[in-house]
């Protein structure tokens, strides 16, 4: 315990509860959510673990140091105060990745600049020569966020955004991001304790996180390269001991995970991506237009999709949305189906009632998250239909809740 140190877990909007939930699942102390954010404490193992392991998080920083500053005096002189020899050599490089929200600084990039001077002048006159600046590699990655005059000084653990999983070699056009995708099926209940669709799969990304989620494989397993693989004081034997005991908990699936798609190429790419996850005895996925499929699986099936927007792919957004909505209803019996559209106009046009409204974010565009449950039989579309009435002000009251925390935030 007296090796444990402060963290912050970063995400997205709407996910830091079950983020929260991850990393009390994994051992994390003092877990606090925050708005787009986590702290918690761990030790160096821990860093590692919660790196392999997150599905929810973008980044994970380790704060060194806190200060005030109102002038651009304040900093550097708030920088300088930092010993930077205990992070960083001389022949090393590095990268200063800003935030600013503050009426004293005005540009992120201006910060960085002035911070990165005062890292070089530091080991000049300490050591007579300086490490250089490497956007794109560096073995070294420091977060400086700005709050009014609170400045907060990080090491980024992560490198680059733990989105890369390191398994999508290929993309198609508006491809989902890999925690997006993962957060919004943990969101869905998604546990892998049933059959599991994605009739617009794309290049595949719900598929291969799914699988992931069911057979408890770390979410980034088949990542290359995390930043504290190049500190001073990494342990490689440490992290093979972690890796090879989270390895241990992978558990089998015994139901299915398959994907449609009417594009051939995105067939293609989602089944090179599932080969690289090294997925493929879990996941089936074939050339399908889903509004010309039924259910093809007994029992209850869980769906989960990321259909077009309109943003960058051209489609008659109308008919198409109407169309999602008549395939689930008449083909799709039995069906827990969630789909995440930024197009909240287009919603209005599936003809289902939604029993459950999320709202996320999708980069910067404002989304929604939505369920419709589809019964099985005559009697019980009776019922859904009374149910889908009974539950309408449920569901703006879900939308209103959301709203309202977004303008505390």
């Not at 997205?12 to 699942?25: C, D, H, N, P, S």
């Not at 900093?75 to 009426?103: E, N, P, R």
């Not at 699988?211 to 693989?229: D, K, S």
């Amino acid at each position: 315990m007296e090796n444990n140190f402060k963290m912050i877990a970063k995400t997205f909007f709407g996910f830091e509860e079950i983020l929260a939930k991850e990393l009390i699942m994994l051992g994390a102390q003092d877990v606090e959510p925050g708005v787009r954010m986590v702290s918690f404490k761990g030790d160096k193992g821990f860093m590692y673990k919660a790196n392999v392991s997150l599905r929810t998080a973008l980044k994970i920083l380790k704060p060194i140091y806190h200060f005030r500053a109102s002038t651009e005096e304040h900093l550097y002189k708030g920088i300088s105060g930092i010993h930077w020899s205990k992070y960083l050599h001389a022949d090393q490089t590095f990268v200063i990745d800003t935030t600013v929200h503050s009426d004293h600084f005005k540009h992120s990039q201006y910060v960085s600049q002035k911070s990165k001077d005062a890292i070089v002048d530091q080991f000049r006159s300490r050591f007579g020569q300086r490490p250089s600046v490497e956007k794109d590699h560096p073995d070294l990655r420091i977060n400086i966020h700005i709050d009014k005059d609170q400045v907060s000084v990080a090491l980024d653990t992560s490198g680059r955004s733990l989105h890369q999983r390191g398994y999508r070699t290929a993309t198609n056009i508006a491809p989902i991001n890999e925690v997006l995708g993962a957060g919004m099926l943990l969101l869905s209940g998604w546990d892998g304790q049933g059959d599991f669709l994605d009739p617009m799969c794309g290049s595949g990304t719900l598929l291969i996180e799914a699988a992931m989620i069911a057979c408890n494989i770390p979410a980034n397993i088949n990542r290359r390269e995390f930043g504290f693989e190049k500190w001073n004081d990494w342990d490689n034997e440490l992290f093979d001991t972690i890796t090879d005991s989270l390895l241990k908990k992978v558990r089998e699936f015994h139901y299915t995970i398959t994907g449609y798609d009417k594009a051939p190429s995105a067939v293609q790419k989602a089944k090179d991506n599932v080969i690289n996850a090294n997925l493929q005895e879990y996941i089936k996925i074939s050339e399908k237009n889903f509004f010309d499929t039924q259910k093809e699986t007994k029992g209850p099936l869980h769906i989960a999709f990321n259909p077009p927007y309109g943003e960058r792919l051209d489609i008659q957004m109308e008919r198409f949305y109407r169309e999602i909505g008549d395939t689930l209803k008449k083909e799709y019996p039995g069906t827990n189906a969630w789909m995440i559209t930024a197009n909240l106009e287009a919603l209005k046009f599936v003809g289902l009632r939604p029993s459950r409204k999320i709202k996320l974010f999708n980069g910067s565009l404002e989304a929604r998250l939505v369920k419709y449950e589809m019964y099985e039989g005559s009697k019980r579309t009776k019922f859904q239909m009374d149910r889908e009435d009974e539950e309408a002000p449920e569901v703006e009251q879900i939308q209103d809740t959301n709203e309202e925390q977004e303008n505390q935030n």
